[in-house]
Structure formats: structure tokens, C-alpha cells
């Protein structure tokens, strides 16, 4: 089974909840796909047993061989090639590396070159396989990293993947593929209308879902009347409590401190295994 | 003209309530929310919206059934994995490249224009306001910040206005980076959780990269007192301002709840005071 953990807004707890899930379950894997910010390893302090490098491919061009016939920079729709007067300009950061500049250059003048662009991780943390993706500063191609991380699903465990926030390319790359997706959000108007974003994102990808309600004891009541309004399933709720804040601010997950929590993390799963069927 | 950045690194530090607040200060600034992804600025300055255009960021490739010959060699040569087994594109993961419309033998393949959000431009009480909203799911968030930024740019000039405020998303990935290229400052919502401290590095590294000027401001410094100094001395030992420190006091949500700024609703409040003073600061750095 893969769950994804996604929100929407940022801030409203889904490494929190990914993490504390994934410890009161046994046989896990959880990956960390927010790899512009990937927090899962603070809260977990995992051994890294291996590290493998990212790369993407980004044209070069061989100014001996091109005709400027402009060929290249007609094709790419991002605007990466820009016609000089003397010379191909190359914006790499605006590349998606598609490759498609190669196929149309009649003068085989274009080769594609790697950049390293992240890092994956892999370790172990108290019993679970933790991979996560890190991005290098300034690169803007977190999706390349995400779908390398992913590449290391081990489906014979329960797969736990925590997503960064938002509703587009990097989540969409994180949820799909998952059985089941849990959208973290807290009970306030920035946390109900970016959940609103989140639940048409799933609804296109056509991926079941349920809510964690976090920090429940604050704000209104709007999330709730929403959910069941949309009849959307309430799976879990966590109150405010300083001393859950302070845990996290020192990086340990509180259902190691509060035991009490891993059967409702226990609960909240096989409500997850009840509404998928498996 | 100066641009001045509101960013974190890590979610939900609190980018927008302290941008609005700075609106509320700032008076007549020029304000862009460039969280395309999941904005939410709108919901406290309550913009009325003048002016709304399309957003056709991306392409969609379509399989023209008739003319395929089930070849199978735009699955293969897709680099973004849309093209399902059964020669279906995904929508999700079409980039629009447009790589299967060569590699098609039949031609069977065309790109289309897809509509993948909207750009608004709108009054606030406290200053006009570009913003946007990317479709749920729609790809190529950083064109989008592009536009928006460029909007905000368009009215500052045609207002005559010297500043620009910017709400960022979360991350450091490509909406962030759109959002602060080429700006003059960048201030960093932290908090003091280790997750805080670990984000707070990468956006700092961020603004670094593209020599943005930093500051840092640790949000409800009082959950962790000690990961505050931490965080107080790793800036100073970089010469990095720490601008402000706010305390925890749930009038913020109930703020946010009332969808008003925390200068309207609690301008008594301590964390009130302390923006205001952050944002005199922040102003005589930027030389405004």
C-alpha cells in the first residue's frame, strides 16, 4: 500500500503526521518528496547508508556544426534557445530537458549534457527505510529529483511518502501512483481554502483521500462543515498542545513521548485500509 | 523602484500574515502575491478585482485516434511519462514539449494551448495588487510568478510607486526562484523548530545564490527559546539580520479567522508591536 501525506498550505503538519504514522506501523518505508525542504530525517536522525547523485540533461552546442537555422529554438516551447545574431543562447534554467532540440537540429549540432541537479539519501531510523531526495540550491527541477526518490518504492512494505506543500507539479509527481492520499489541514481559513485546492487536485488524479485535522482546538468550525458537505472522511484529529509543539521543535516525533498516540495512528490507518479495500 | 520579498523555506511560518500586516504599514505599497500555487494574501486585504486575463502557460499534446498507426514511439521517446499504455496522454504529466508530435510517423499528434489559470489585477484599501491562480494540478507555476511579478512592476511605474511587497511561496524550487530574481531584499519567516532552522539555511542559501539581499524574522520565538539563539547566533556569525522576533499569541488566528491583518484586528497586540518595529527597520535598510 503507498499513502501519500500532501496539504495544500504549508505548515499544517504533514511531516508531523507522515512521520508519527510510519513509527506506529511496522514493516514501513517512508520517503521524503518534498526535496526542496526535506524534514523527514530531522525528526528520525537516520544512518545514511548510501547516497546517489541527480542528474538532468540540458543542451550544449557545438558552434563549428550550427547553420543558425534556427530550428531549435522554433521547437522548444520553453523558451530555453534563443536565436543570437552570432549564436544559440542557451537559458538552462528554463530547460525541461525533453530532448526534443536533438531531434529537430538538421546539423546534429546539439548534445545534451548532464548537471547534477539533487541527491538522494537512504538510511535506516528506528526500524524504518527512510530514501529522501535533497535539491541543490537554485536549481529549479525539483520533479527530476522527486521521480528518482520515488524509483525507490519498496512495494513489499507500507510505503509512506511525504509530499512539500502547494498544488502543482512537485505533489502531483509525489501523489501519483498512490492508493490512498491524506490531506493534512487545520482548521482556519488559509488552511480550508487551500484544502479546497488540494481535494481538485486529487479528484483529477482520481486518488482516494481522507483529512488529518491538525491543530483541531484552534480556529473555526468551517473545515469540518466543508468535509461534510463534500462527505469527505474526518480520519484523524490532533489538538494544540505546547508540549506536542515543543517535541517537534526539537525534532522528535511525539508519539515516542506520548504513546497513547500510535493506536490512533494505528486507527487512522486501518480506516485508510477500510476505505481502500486493501 | 525596490522589491521586497517575503519568503520561509519552510510552510506555514507566517509569510502572509506578516506580508499583509507590512501592507497595512507600508500604506501605499504595491502588493504581489506570487503563491500561485495556493494563495491566500487575497483573504486579508481583500482585493477588488479590475482587471482578469487568461493564464495559457503550457501546451497538451492530443492523439488524434484516426490517424494513429499504435506505434508505440511517442510512449518511448516521452521523457515525462504521459503517454499511457493504451496511447492515452495524461494531462498531469504532459509538459507540452512537443517531442511526440516529431517522433509521430503518422502525424497523429498536435499541441494544443490549454487555459492553466488566471492573472488578476485588483485594488486593496492599502494599494493596487497583482496577483493569480493556477488551476489545481496545472503545471509551469514559475511563468505564472513571472507574470505576476511583471504586472506589479507594470503598476508601480504607471502609479509612480517606489516599492513592491512580495508574498512567496513555500520551498526554494522554481515558483520561489521566479519569485525572487533580481529583487533587493528578501526577509525569511522562520520559526524555531529544527525543520525551521534546516529550511531557514536553504532560503537564506537561495537569496545568497541570486544575491538577494537577507534578513530573518523567527516567528513565535517563545516554543523554543534556545533554538531562537541558534538560530540569533548562526545569523550573526553570517551578517545577517535578525530583524524581528515575534511571540506566540493565538490572536493571530483568530485574526486570520476574522480574515482581517493583525494590524487592524489587534494593533495593541505584541505581535503587532513587534512587526511594526521590524518594518522600521527593514525600511531604513532598504533605504526607502
Known sequence: MIVSVASGKGGTGKTTIAVNLAL?????????????????????????????TVYTSTPSIQEGLCNLCGKCADFCNYNALFMGSEKVIIF???????GGCVLVCPQNAIKEEEHVIGKVKFGFAR??????GELVIGKPFAVPVIKEVKRHINKDKTVILDSSPGASCPVIETINGSDFCI???????????DLKIAVQVLKKMAVAFGIVVNRANMGDKKVYEYCEEQDIPILLEVPFERKIAELYSKGIPFCLEMPEWKEKFQMLFNKIKELTGK | MKEFVVLSGKGGTGKTTITAAFAVLAKKAILADCDVDAPDLHMLLHPKIIKTQEFRGSKLAVIDEKKCVKCNVCLERCRFDAINENLTVDPLSCEGCGVCTIVCPASAIT????????????????????????????????????????????LAERERNDLIIIDCPPGIGCPVIASVTGADAGLVVTEPTLSGIHDLERALGLLAYFHVMPFVCVNMFDINKENTEKIVIFCKENGIDVVGKIPFNPVVTESMVKEMTIMEYAPKSDVAKEIEKMWIKILSNLKI
Open chain 1, 183 to 193: 490531506l493534512v489541514t487545520e482548521p482556519t481559513p488559509f488552511g480550508l481554502h
Open chain 2, 111 to 154: 499541441l494544443v494551448e490549454r487555459v492553466s489559470g488566471y492573472v488578476y489585477i485588483s485594488r486593496t484599501k492599502y494599494g493596487s495588487m497583482a496577483h493569480a491562480f493556477l488551476s489545481p494540478g496545472e503545471s509551469n507555476s514559475g511563468k505564472l510568478v513571472t507574470l505576476v511579478r511583471q504586472n506589479a512592476k507594470m
Open chain 1, 92 to 98: 538552462p534554467e528554463l530547460c525541461h530537458g525533453c
Open chain 1, 127 to 132: 526500524g524504518l527505510e527512510l530514501v529522501y
Open chain 1, 24 to 52: 506506529s506501523l511496522r514493516n514501513v518505508q517512508i520517503l521524503d518528496c518534498d526535496v526542496e525542504e526535506p524534514n523527514v530525517h530531522l525528526l528520525l536522525n537516520p544512518k545514511i547508508s548510501k547516497e546517489k
